[in-house]
């Protein structure tokens, strides 16, 4: 297992498609723990493999965030799908990836999604919250969309004063 660096915002990585996982392999398995020892090293809500630098249909999630504890195995969602979407909540988002960046943004208060996990068994799971927020927001990270996308220029220019870099 390893910390792996973020990719961070303007590479353009951030804005391509991932591919959907045919094999779940050992390779995905080490991927896996390597984005979930990442992600718990930064402090991250989730993390998606695009935000390791692999194109992967896949995304980790703190199972604290899930009604879990610090005990519990790493969420992992494979090839996910959002199958329901209800309701709206509008809060201030961050992303590991635009650091000291912060979007007030509409999402859906609850989700359902669809998901492989390590073994490859199906799955379905419920978020409300900040834990439907997670879902969407890692989501988006699958398709190449990140927070400064879902909003107007002015407003994306105003947040990205905050930008920090190193
Ligand atoms: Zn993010």
Redesign the pocket.
Known sequence: MAVLPVVKYPDPLLHEKSKNIEDINDEIKELVSDMAETMYAVE?V?L?AV?IGKLLNLFVIDPVYAGGTEKDPVLVFINPKIIKKEGFIKEEE?????PGVFISLKRSVRTVVRALDLEGNEFEMEGKGLLSKAFQ??F??LHGT??IDKVGKLKRKIAMRKLETD
């Open positions: 991250g989730g998606a935000q961050g992303c590991l990836s635009l927001h890692e988006d990270h990140l927070i």
